[in-house]
């Protein structure tokens, strides 16, 4: 076989990867918008749920952004304070490379036993219970790895030249991460946060049996009231309606979910691509 | 008349990554307002001696120093010295010239803003004076909000040297400051170490002898991590 043919025929190998992927993620998006477009409508999108399967999905809707929102707003601070302690404090070294082994580790475990173990500790342990609290601190231990990863690496990425001439300049090292460390990172720590409420808003095993309900609520009224989500609507309806409205209900909250989640993900995209112009300005 | 007073004295310094010795053994004291260059070849250890003075080379894995650094009359590595104070009072300009990418004025004042932050009114006042002390003021005065990275590398290099020279240092350490730069912008810096003398004391690591005979008030040549006889 020529040298020739041979490269192609590994580009194409490699293409037909990539279309294979791009197709997949193809595939789920127009079979969601397919079956939860009929759904969709002003009474759907903006009314509280009525009997198994019925009304709208706007408390649902309102649950997994309180969630989302909760767990971004708990983890942001523990991500930024942990990668500032890794980038500035920790020196480069079998410590820097152990905790960072332990927040990869961390991202791999499975999402279930983030809910039962997020269960025991907070939800048994510190007595909240089935509740929209003990969702949010389970979603923010599980995203922390995310958040923490994009955000230290957005800080690694920073010059060392920035840095060399900030120190030589005899600043502190809080004055170093003020006037360097943070303007120069603002990119990646706003992708973390996108990135990791997209997983969050995206989560439906680790919140099924610590903070949500499919009803009985509309929106938690206290610390220990559960919420709906979306999530949960979905599973709930997927696994038992057996009426073709409820199922397509649930697709159309689907719809609504996958929006979210995209809407993130678009957000952190044009953010990260604005501030990489500006920095190149 | 007296010599004047040693702003750096080194005792017995040894300075090793790991355990190789890369300055071994050195006694050396540098006067004050003169121009001391250390030149060498590459691995001699003149570079990490000169970092080693604003204690620049703490963060590097497996670095240590033994014997005595003491810069203007205070051991650097005491427990006492206040490092980021050190810094201020003892500039440093890298080889490469960095800027960042703000405007030439905001680069000016970077560490005036963290130093003497209840001064911003006499900022534009200071960024012009250092401005001028670097030669870089009739450049730039009508343009000070223009991005910095704009600049040509030489620009660059002298207001790199500007945003040290804001902060007033005692000692200005140059690490081959002009060995990115083009002959004509080599030129402008290095007259510019005549003038600067008068209000700082300078240490200039060079490759180049010629370069080193230009400058020098006084030379000092070091080989294999020791200080040659004689200079």
Same mark, same amino acid.
């Given at each position: 076989m020529s040298r020739k043919t041979k490269d192609f025929l590994i580009m194409m190998a490699l293409g037909l990867c990539a279309l294979l992927g791009a197709a997949l993620l193809g595939f789920i998006l127009s079979a969601v918008l397919w079956r939860g477009w009929p759904a969709l409508g002003f009474d759907f999108l903006f009314t509280a749920p009525g009997k198994f399967g019925e009304g709208g999905v706007l408390f649902q809707a309102l649950g997994t952004l309180l969630l989302t929102l909760g767990a971004g707003a708990l983890c942001f601070p523990l991500a930024l304070g942990s990668a500032l302690f890794q980038t500035e404090v920790l020196r480069p070294g079998k410590w820097n490379d152990t905790v960072s082994l332990l927040l990869y580790s961390l991202n791999a475990v499975p999402t279930v036993l983030f809910g039962l173990i997020g269960f025991l500790v907070f939800g048994v !342990?510190?007595?909240?219970?089935?509740? !929209?609290?003990?969702?949010?601190?389970?979603?923010?231990?599980?995203?922390?790895p995310t958040v923490q990863t994009a955000v230290r690496q957005s800080m690694q990425a920073i010059p060392e030249s920035y840095q060399e001439t900030a120190r030589a300049l005899g600043l502190t090292p809080w004055q170093r991460v003020r006037a360097v460390v943070l303007p120069r990172s603002v990119a990646g720590l706003v992708t973390g946060v996108l990135m990791g409420l997209a997983r969050a808003a995206g989560e439906t095993a680790a919140i099924m049996f610590t903070a949500t309900v499919f009803s009985g609520v509309l929106f938690p009224k206290s610390l220990s009231d559960p919420a709906l989500t979306l999530q949960t609507h979905?599973?709930?309806l997927a696994q038992e309606a057996v009426d073709p409205a409820a199922q397509a209900a649930a697709w159309g909250a689907g719809l609504v979910l996958i929006s979210l989640v995209f809407c993130l993900i678009g957000l952190s995209l044009l953010i990260r691509r604005r501030n990489a112009v500006e920095a190149d300005l | 008349m007296n010599a004047p007073s040693p702003v750096i004295r080194l005792q017995a310094v040894?300075? #090793?990554?790991?355990r190789i010795p890369v300055v071994d053994g050195v006694d050396l004291e540098i006067a004050a307002n003169r121009v001391t260059t250390l030149s060498g070849p590459s691995g001699s250890?003149?570079?990490t001696l000169l970092r080693t003075l604003c204690r620049m080379n703490d963060r590097l894995p497996g670095f240590s120093v033994s014997g005595k650094v003491e810069v203007l009359g205070q051991d650097v590595h005491a427990p006492s010295t206040d490092v980021c104070d050190l810094r #201020? #009072?003892?500039g440093l300009l890298f080889q490469k010239p960095c800027v960042f990418p703000k405007s030439i004025l905001e680069n000016v004042v970077f560490g005036l803003k963290y130093h003497h932050p209840g001064e911003r009114a006499r900022f534009p006042e200071l960024a012009r004076r250092a401005l001028e002390q670097a030669g870089l003021w009739a450049e730039v005065k009508d343009r000070l909000d223009a991005p910095a990275v704009a600049l040509s590398q030489g620009q660059q290099q002298r207001l790199a040297l500007a945003r040290t020279l804001a902060l007033e240092p005692e000692i200005l350490l140059l690490d081959e400051p002009t060995a990115s730069l083009d002959p004509e912008s080599s030129a402008i810096i290095e007259e510019l170490a005549a003038t600067l003398k008068a209000r700082c004391s300078l240490v200039w690591v060079t490759h180049d002898p010629a370069q080193a005979d230009r400058i020098a008030d006084r030379k000092i040549a070091f080989a294999d991590g020791r200080i040659l006889p004689h200079t």
């Amino acid at each position: 076989m020529s040298r020739k043919t041979k490269d192609f025929l590994i580009m194409m190998a490699l293409g037909l990867c990539a279309l294979l992927g791009a197709a997949l993620l193809g595939f789920i998006l127009s079979a969601v918008l397919w079956r939860g477009w009929p759904a969709l409508g002003f009474d759907f999108l903006f009314t509280a749920p009525g009997k198994f399967g019925e009304g709208g999905v706007l408390f649902q809707a309102l649950g997994t952004l309180l969630l989302t929102l909760g767990a971004g707003a708990l983890c942001f601070p523990l991500a930024l304070g942990s990668a500032l302690f890794q980038t500035e404090v920790l020196r480069p070294g079998k410590w820097n490379d152990t905790v960072s082994l332990l927040l990869y580790s961390l991202n791999a475990v499975p999402t279930v036993l983030f809910g039962l173990i997020g269960f025991l500790v907070f939800g048994v !342990w510190m007595d909240t219970g089935v509740s !929209w609290l003990t969702g949010v601190l389970v979603l923010a231990v599980m995203i922390l790895p995310t958040v923490q990863t994009a955000v230290r690496q957005s800080m690694q990425a920073i010059p060392e030249s920035y840095q060399e001439t900030a120190r030589a300049l005899g600043l502190t090292p809080w004055q170093r991460v003020r006037a360097v460390v943070l303007p120069r990172s603002v990119a990646g720590l706003v992708t973390g946060v996108l990135m990791g409420l997209a997983r969050a808003a995206g989560e439906t095993a680790a919140i099924m049996f610590t903070a949500t309900v499919f009803s009985g609520v509309l929106f938690p009224k206290s610390l220990s009231d559960p919420a709906l989500t979306l999530q949960t609507h979905i599973l709930t309806l997927a696994q038992e309606a057996v009426d073709p409205a409820a199922q397509a209900a649930a697709w159309g909250a689907g719809l609504v979910l996958i929006s979210l989640v995209f809407c993130l993900i678009g957000l952190s995209l044009l953010i990260r691509r604005r501030n990489a112009v500006e920095a190149d300005l | 008349m007296n010599a004047p007073s040693p702003v750096i004295r080194l005792q017995a310094v040894t300075l #090793r990554y790991g355990r190789i010795p890369v300055v071994d053994g050195v006694d050396l004291e540098i006067a004050a307002n003169r121009v001391t260059t250390l030149s060498g070849p590459s691995g001699s250890g003149k570079s990490t001696l000169l970092r080693t003075l604003c204690r620049m080379n703490d963060r590097l894995p497996g670095f240590s120093v033994s014997g005595k650094v003491e810069v203007l009359g205070q051991d650097v590595h005491a427990p006492s010295t206040d490092v980021c104070d050190l810094r #201020r #009072r003892v500039g440093l300009l890298f080889q490469k010239p960095c800027v960042f990418p703000k405007s030439i004025l905001e680069n000016v004042v970077f560490g005036l803003k963290y130093h003497h932050p209840g001064e911003r009114a006499r900022f534009p006042e200071l960024a012009r004076r250092a401005l001028e002390q670097a030669g870089l003021w009739a450049e730039v005065k009508d343009r000070l909000d223009a991005p910095a990275v704009a600049l040509s590398q030489g620009q660059q290099q002298r207001l790199a040297l500007a945003r040290t020279l804001a902060l007033e240092p005692e000692i200005l350490l140059l690490d081959e400051p002009t060995a990115s730069l083009d002959p004509e912008s080599s030129a402008i810096i290095e007259e510019l170490a005549a003038t600067l003398k008068a209000r700082c004391s300078l240490v200039w690591v060079t490759h180049d002898p010629a370069q080193a005979d230009r400058i020098a008030d006084r030379k000092i040549a070091f080989a294999d991590g020791r200080i040659l006889p004689h200079t």
